[in-house]
C-alpha cells in the first residue's frame, strides 16, 4: 500500500477541497479554513514526494514545518484583516466587501 | 559749356520751363498762362534768330556738341546736337510759328476750360520739335520724335470729350506708331552695320562703303523714311492727318500744317546723303502719289479744315517727291515756305471758324457746323483782314508770282522734270504728278477762297453776327502773309528768279549716294526754265476753272457733279478714295472680328466652360470629400474607435466585481488552462 499516488491522491482531494472552499463559501472563515487546507495538501506532497523520491535529506520535511509556521502567521493576519472587515461593515460575508468593483 | 551751347540748350530748356510751370499752375491763375508761355517763347524766337544772323554771317557755320548717355558694352549711345545753316532756318521756322501760335491762342483759346494746359501742351511740343531739329544722331532723334507723336496725341484730342477728337488723337497716334516701328527697325541695322547712331558717321561711313551692302541699306534707307512716312502723312499712312483736325485750329496750324508733320521731311532732308537710288525712287513715287491723291481728295470736301488737311499731304508730297528726285534743296525751300503760307491759311480759317461759332453762338444755334464752307459765304466784307491775308497765302500755295510758293513749288516741279530727262520711262508720272496736283491746288484754294469769302452767305442771320478777329489773332496772320512773300526769300526783284539768300544759305550736298548730285544740279538748271512755264500755265488754268464755277457762276457745279459720278468720280474723291474704308475692311474689321472671336473663345468657352468646369468639379470633389472626411472617417472610423473602446470597457468593467473570490475562480480556472495547454503541447 505504499505507493506514491495513494498519497498524490488524498492531497489532490484535499486541495480541491481548499479551492472549493475558498471559492464558494461567503463566510471568510470559512475561506480562511479552504486556505489552510490547500496549504496541508501542499504539505502532504512535499513529505510524499522526499519519502518517495529517494532523497538523503529531509528537504521536504523542513518546507512542510516551514509551511505550517507561515500557515499560522497567515492564519493570524487573516484574522486580523477579519476582525477589521467586521468593524468596517458589520459582517464577515466577503460577498459585501465590494468597493473596489468597477 | 561756352555761350552757344548754353544758346542751343535754351530751345531745349525755354519750352520745357513753360511745360513745368504751366502743368502745374493753380487754376485761379490759369487765366493769365500765356504772361508765362509767351516771353518764354519769345525769347526763344529772339535767340533763334541771333543763331540765323550768325549761320548767315559765317559759311562754314556749325555747331557740335555731344556726350555718352550710356553704355552697355560694345553699345553706346550718345546725345548731342549739330547745328548747321539748316538747322538754324528750322530752328527759325519752328520758334517764329510757336511764337504767333502762342499769340494766336490767347484769343482763340479765351475761356476754355484747360486754358493754362493748352499752352503747357504748345510748350512741350516745342521742346519735342527742337529736339528733332537739333538732334545730331538717330536715336536721340527717335526720342523726339516719339515726344511730338505725344504731344500732338494731347493736343489733338485736348478737347476729349467729344468722341470725334478722342477717336482721332488714338488714330493719330497709332498710325504714326506704325512708322515709328519700321524708322526703329532702319535705325537699328544702321547701327549694327555701320556702328554709330550719328548721323554724320553714318554718312562717312557709307562713303566709305564698307559694311554694308546695298540692299541691306537700300532697306534700312526705307526703314528710316517710314517713320517719315507716318509723322508727314505720306500716302499708305496719311489717313490720321485729316482727322487730327480735330483739335484746336491754331495747333493745326503749328503741329499738323507747318512743324510736326515737315519733321520727317527734314529727317529725310538729314538721311539723304546715304540713301540709295531705288530708295529715292520709290520715296519720289511715294511723294507723286501722295501730292496728286491728297490734291484730288481736296476737290470736293466742304470742311475748311478738311480741305487744307488735305492740301498739307499734298504739299507734304511735294517736298517729299522733291527728296526723292534729288532736289533736296527745293525740298527744304518748300518746307520753309509751306510752313509760313499753310500756317497763315490755318490760322485764316480759324479766324473763320472762332467768327462762325461766335455768330453761331449768339444765335443759340448748335447745329449748324462752323467749319462747313457750305454754311459760310460772302464773309469779305465782314473779315476783310482775316479776307485779304488768306488771299496772299492762297496765291502763294496756287503757285503765282511775286509768292514765296511760286519759287519753291516751281524749283520741285523743275527737279521732277529733270528725272525724268535723266532715268524716262515710268518716271513721267512724277512730273504729271506734280504739274496735275499744281492745278489742282491752284483749283481747291480758290474754291476755298470763293466759297467762303464770295457769292452770298448762306445764311443771313449768322453774316450779320460775324465780325473780324481781334488784334492778338489778325497780327499773327499779317506776319505770315508778308513772309508768304516772294522777296522776303530772295530779296530780289525779279520776280522769276528763285536763288535769293534762303537757298544759297541751305547749301547744296555734293556727295549722295543715290545720285549723281551734279548732273541732277544741271538737269535743274535746265528744267528750270519748261518748268515755269508749265507751272505759271497750270496754275492760271485752276483759278480760271476755279473761278467760273465758284465765282462767275459760269458752269453749273451740280450739273457738273452729276456728269463726274456717272463714272463714280465725284464719290471717289469725296469719300477720300475709300482709302480709310479699305483699312477698315482689310484691317479693323477683321481685327475686330479676330477679336470678338477670341474674346467669346476665352470668356464663353475657356472662361465660362473650362475655368468655371474647374470650379465645378472641385466643389464637388470638396463635397464628396468633405462627406467622406466627416461621415465616413470622422463619424465612423475615429468616432467608432472610441465608441468600440467605450462600449467594451463598459463590457469589461462588470468583469471587476470587487468579489475576489471571482478573480480567484478566474486565476484558478487560468491556471488549469496553462496547465491543460502545456500537457497538450508537450
Known sequence: ?102 | MDFSTYQILSFLILPLVSFVILIFVRSSVAIKSHFIALPLIGLMLINSISILFKSLQDHHFTLKQSFQWFSTGEFMINLGYYVDNVTAIMLVVVSLISFLVHLYSIEYMKGDLRYSRYFAFLGIFTFSMNGIVISDNLIMMYIFWELVGFSSYLLIGFWFEKHSAAYASKKAFLINRIGDIGMFIGIMILFFSIGSFNINDIIRGVEAGNNINYSLLTISGLLVFMGAVGKSAQFPLHTWLPDAMEGPTPVSALIHAATMVAAGVYMTFRIFPFLTPDALLIIAFIGGITALGAAVIAITQTDIKAVLAYSTISQLGYMVMALGVGAHQAALFHLVTHAMFKACLFLCSGSVIHAMHHSLHSLNDHHTDPQDMNNMGGLKVKMPLTYYTMLVSTLAISGVPFFSGFLSKDAILAGTLSYYHIHHGLTIFLPIAGFGAAMITAFYMFRLIFKTFHGKPASKNVFNHMKESPLAMTIPLVILSILSLAFVFTININPLHGHGWLTHHIGYIKHVAGLNMHEVQDGLHHAHNSAMFISLLVAFFGIVISSLFYLLNKVDVERTTTFFNKFKLYDLSKNKFYINEFYDFILYKPFMRISKIASIIDWDYYDQKFIDAWGWITLKISNLSGKADYSILDQKIVDGVSHLTNYSSKKLRNIQSGIIQNYLLGGFMCLVLIIIVIQQFN
Do not use: P
Not at chain 1, 41 to 68: P, T
Open chain 1, 1 to 102: 500500500m505504499h505507493y506514491l499516488e495513494s498519497y498524490l491522491v488524498v492531497s489532490s482531494i484535499l486541495f480541491t477541497f481548499g479551492i472549493f472552499a475558498v471559492i464558494t463559501r461567503k463566510n471568510a472563515i470559512a475561506i480562511l479554513m479552504g486556505i489552510e487546507l490547500i496549504l496541508n495538501s501542499a504539505n502532504v506532497n512535499f513529505i510524499a514526494f522526499n519519502r518517495f523520491g529517494n532523497f538523503e535529506i529531509l528537504d521536504g520535511h523542513i518546507f512542510s514545518i516551514f509551511v505550517v509556521v507561515l500557515a499560522a502567521a497567515e492564519a493570524a493576519i487573516a484574522l486580523a484583516i477579519i476582525i477589521n472587515l467586521f468593524k468596517n461593515i458589520g459582517t464577515v460575508n466577503v460577498d459585501e466587501a465590494k468597493v473596489l468593483k468597477g
